[in-house]
Each structure stands twice: as structure tokens, then as C-alpha cells.
């Protein structure tokens, strides 16, 4: 009676925690039948397994030789490499091919053992897998991973943390001189989106830096820079597109102990203007407008007044400066915008500039709040890089109503 073999599946089964300890072992399962489909009768058979570097002539890799191998229900299930000798000590960073001998014919054609099979013991990890390493010199990397996928979710590096405290990805860099980097992601992608601590892109919805922190506390991000000479940056975010975009956007607010800059082009080369700061929080317009008889009445843009709040409690704060001599003016405010009056019943057709001030709204109520994050920041205060147990100061401004 002629017999068939028919492979069910081929899966890799690999454990441990480091490459040394990965079993470098295929569980193999598959069926045999007769030419109309019923399966052989149980006992044992006579099987052999080689490995080839191709799917046809080539040269054999690693060879079973015959084995006694167990079927029932026509079933049999081997693991190539453990309890079929000898151990696989192929490294699986080629294509590789399986054939099947069984009572002695051969079973074709040889069945490729596809990436996917073998991906884990390729690079010595499984899922939640630990890495520990380091390098001390030379350009070898503890870990590399890349991505050269265009679209759909694939991911060089994923990092998640679902602890309160703790790293999805962390890396330190100590080098004096030179570049170094914790954590070096590269996405050069010219569609969808890429994810990385450094990616630069011209199209497509690219971050140079994105994290997200679902925690009560925490951190996402951290970046420190402390250069004895020149400059230094903590976290660059960098954004080529041509359609707008941001190098840096952030959620859930943003504060820091240094000024706040833009960086323009002028005569002199990059030059730095800083932001204004104020104890709570405004939105603000400007605009121009002149008097028709000593009156004038501006309505604010109202996609403005969307994002601010106007009422009894927090009423608009307006400025005007007088562009054109007159008696002096007045302000009367309401819910949507403002009148401009000329004083003594003034008459004139004056022109003149504005400046509102209101709240932003869902944030009435914030002013001169205590920052307890900042407790610890060196630039704050550099004794701390000095000495220690400044809790007792902090608490005392506390108590004191510095908050």
C-alpha cells in the first residue's frame, strides 16, 4: 500500500531568557495517510528529517537519520532537535528547507521553514523577554532593531509599561565627547506614520518625539543635558514638512525652569525671543479700529471666544491705544466683544489699537499653582548638586502659602 505524508503545521518553540538557553529545537507534527486519504494504522515507522540550505541539490544541514517514530490516528508529533538527535545548531539567519523521509521514500517537495517560524530563535528572544548587556567600546550595539515596513503597524523598538512607575524603553548615555545616544530610533518613512526619539520626515504624519503618560504619575519622557562647554539639549524634536506640523507636541501641559524661546533668522545669525509670562492663564487678541462720531463697537472673532470664557466672574480686560488725537476714551465690555468711547461726549474719528485679555476656558481658576515636580531641578536650585535634604525648605514654603 502507497503511502502519503501530509504536513498539518510547523511551528518553533522557543523559551529561556538569554540566546544560550533558547532550546534550538522545531516541534514538527504532521499526518500520514494512504493515496485515498486514510490514515496508516498506529505503531511505529521509520522517519527521517534533513534540513537543507535549499529547495532543491543544495547541501544537507543537519540530518535525524532514521528514526522510530510513534503515529496514532495516522498523527505523529517530533521535536527535531530534542527528542529526535542530534541538537540544531544552525544559527537561522538564512532560508532553510525540511525533508521528510518515511519507510524509507521521500516525501516532496521539501518544505521551506519560513521566517516566521524561526524568528525568535534567530534573535535569541521571545515576547517579554529580558535583555541585559553593554558596551564599552567599539560600534557593536547591545540592541538593534529596524524597521523597513512602509505602512501597516510594525514596530523596530515597542516599549510598554503598564506599572506606575517603571520604562517601556530606557537608555544612558555617558560619553564625553562625541555623540551618544540613550535611545537612537531612526524612521524615514515616506508614508503613514513613524514613531520614534528621533525620526526625521518630510511627509506624512511623522513625530520627531511623541509619549504618552496614562498614569497619575510618572514620566514619559525625560531628557536631561548638563555640558560643561557649548550647548546641549535634553530632547530635540525635529520636523521637516513642508505642510506644517510640530517638531514637539505635547499633552497634559508643559512647564520648565528655563525660558521659553523661538529661535528666528535675523542679520546676526539664529537669535533667540522669549515668551511673556503671567500668574494665570490668558488667551489674547489684537486689532485696530476707529471711531465713527466719538463711538465704535468691535465684535471679537467668534471662533476666538470658542477658547476663552467671558462673563461676570471673568470679565475681558481691554487696552486701547489711541492712533489719532482725541478727547481720551472709555471701555464698556459684554459677552462678545466691546464699545470704544470718546470721553466729554467727544465727537472725533479717531483711530486707535486694541489688545483683549480673557481666561482660557477650563482654566479660570489656575494661578501661581505649586510645582512640586520642580523640587529636585538643579537649575532651581543648584545647591542641590551640592548637598541634600531640602524637603524641610520646601515644606516650610508650603506652610508659608507659597502655593
Same mark, same amino acid.
Given at each position: 500500500m502507497r503511502?502519503?505524508i501530509?504536513v498539518?503545521?510547523v +511551528?518553533?518553540? %522557543?523559551a529561556?531568557?538569554?540566546?544560550?538557553?533558547i532550546?534550538?529545537?522545531?516541534?514538527?507534527?504532521g499526518?500520514?495517510?494512504?493515496t485515498?486519504?486514510?490514515p496508516?494504522?498506529?505503531g511505529?515507522?521509520?522517519?527521517r528529517f534533513?534540513?537543507?540550505n %535549499?529547495?532543491?541539490?543544495g547541501s544537507v544541514?543537519?540530518?535525524?537519520?532514521?528514526?522510530?517514530?510513534?503515529?496514532?490516528g495516522?498523527? +505523529?508529533d517530533?521535536n527535531?532537535g530534542?527528542?529526535?538527535a542530534?541538537p540544531i545548531t544552525l544559527?537561522?539567519?538564512?532560508d532553510?528547507w525540511?525533508?521528510v523521509? $518515511?519507510?524509507?521514500?521521500?516525501?516532496?517537495?521539501?518544505?521551506q521553514?519560513?521566517s516566521?517560524?524561526?524568528?525568535?530563535?534567530?534573535?535569541?528572544?521571545?515576547?517579554g523577554?529580558?535583555v541585559?548587556?553593554s558596551?564599552?567600546?567599539?560600534?557593536?550595539?547591545v540592541?538593534k532593531a529596524?524597521?523597513?515596513?512602509?505602512?501597516?503597524?510594525?514596530?523596530?523598538?515597542?516599549?510598554?509599561?503598564?506599572?506606575?512607575?517603571?520604562?517601556g524603553v530606557?537608555?544612558?548615555a555617558t560619553?564625553?565627547?562625541?555623540?551618544?545616544?540613550g535611545?537612537l530610533?531612526e524612521?524615514?518613512?515616506?508614508?503613514?506614520r513613524?514613531?520614534g526619539?528621533?525620526? @526625521?520626515?518630510?511627509?506624512?504624519?511623522?513625530?520627531?518625539?511623541?509619549a504618552l503618560?496614562?498614569?497619575?504619575s510618572?514620566?514619559?519622557?525625560?531628557?536631561?543635558a548638563?555640558?560643561t562647554?557649548?550647548?546641549?539639549?535634553?530632547?530635540w524634536?525635529n520636523?521637516?514638512?513642508?505642510d506644517?506640523g $510640530?517638531?514637539?507636541?505635547?499633552s497634559?501641559?508643559?512647564?520648565?525652569?528655563g525660558?521659553k524661546?523661538?529661535?528666528?533668522?535675523?542679520?546676526?545669525g539664529p537669535?533667540?525671543?522669549?515668551?511673556?509670562?503671567s500668574?494665570?492663564?490668558? $488667551?489674547?487678541?489684537f486689532?485696530?479700529?476707529q471711531? @465713527?462720531?466719538g463711538?465704535?463697537?468691535?465684535?471679537?472673532?467668534?471662533? +476666538?471666544?470658542?477658547?476663552?470664557?467671558v462673563?461676570d466672574?471673568?470679565?475681558?480686560?481691554?487696552f486701547?491705544?489711541?492712533?489719532d488725537?482725541?478727547?481720551?476714551t $472709555?471701555?464698556?465690555?459684554n459677552?462678545?466683544?466691546?464699545?470704544?468711547?470718546?470721553?466729554e461726549?467727544?465727537?472725533?474719528?479717531?483711530? +486707535? %489699537?486694541?489688545? @483683549?485679555?480673557?481666561?482660557?476656558?477650563?482654566?479660570?481658576?489656575k494661578r501661581?499653582?505649586?510645582c512640586? @515636580?520642580?523640587?529636585?531641578d538643579?537649575c532651581?536650585?543648584p545647591?542641590l548638586r551640592e548637598?541634600?535634604?531640602?524637603e524641610?525648605?520646601?515644606?516650610?514654603a508650603?506652610?508659608?502659602g507659597?502655593?
Open positions: 503511502k502519503s501530509l498539518l503545521f +511551528f518553533l518553540i %522557543a529561556g531568557v538569554t540566546r544560550a538557553e532550546p534550538q529545537e522545531i516541534s514538527y507534527q499526518k500520514v495517510t494512504d485515498s486519504g486514510i496508516v494504522p498506529d511505529s515507522y521509520i522517519m534533513r534540513i537543507y %535549499a529547495a532543491s541539490g544541514l543537519w540530518d535525524s537519520g532514521n528514526q522510530s517514530v510513534s503515529l496514532t495516522g498523527i +505523529f517530533v527535531l530534542g527528542d529526535i542530534p544559527d537561522f539567519t538564512q532553510y525540511l525533508l523521509t $518515511f519507510d524509507g521514500v521521500n516525501q516532496f517537495p521539501r518544505q521553514l519560513t516566521a517560524s524561526y524568528a525568535y530563535m534567530a534573535s535569541g528572544l521571545v515576547p523577554t529580558e541585559i548587556g558596551v564599552t567600546t567599539g560600534t557593536d550595539a540592541f529596524t524597521n523597513t515596513a512602509l505602512s501597516s503597524t510594525v514596530y523596530g523598538v515597542h516599549g510598554e509599561c503598564a506599572s506606575t512607575s517603571g520604562f530606557y537608555g544612558t560619553a564625553s565627547t562625541g555623540y551618544a545616544y535611545g530610533f524612521s524615514q518613512s515616506s508614508d503613514g513613524a514613531l526619539a528621533w525620526a @526625521v520626515s518630510s511627509t506624512g504624519n511623522t513625530y520627531g518625539l511623541y503618560v496614562s498614569s497619575l510618572g514620566r514619559a519622557v525625560y531628557g536631561s548638563q555640558p562647554v557649548g550647548y546641549s539639549i535634553g530632547v524634536g520636523n521637516n514638512s513642508t506644517g $510640530f517638531g514637539v507636541y505635547y497634559g501641559g508643559l512647564a520648565g525652569s525660558s524661546s523661538c529661535v528666528v533668522r535675523t542679520s546676526q537669535t533667540l525671543l522669549y515668551c511673556q509670562e500668574t494665570e492663564c490668558w $488667551f489674547e487678541d486689532g485696530r479700529g471711531l @465713527v462720531n463711538r465704535a463697537r468691535i465684535e471679537l472673532s467668534p471662533l +476666538f471666544l470658542e477658547t476663552v470664557t462673563d466672574i471673568h470679565p475681558m480686560n481691554v486701547i491705544q489711541l492712533l488725537d482725541c478727547k481720551g $472709555f471701555v464698556r465690555t459677552a462678545t466683544g466691546f464699545e470704544v468711547n470718546e470721553v461726549d467727544g465727537t472725533s474719528n479717531a483711530r +486707535f %489699537a486694541y489688545r @483683549v485679555v480673557a481666561k482660557r476656558k477650563g482654566f479660570e481658576a501661581l499653582d505649586y512640586k @515636580v520642580a523640587e529636585s538643579t532651581l536650585y545647591e548637598k541634600e535634604g531640602m524641610a525648605k520646601f515644606e516650610g508650603r506652610m508659608s507659597n502655593q
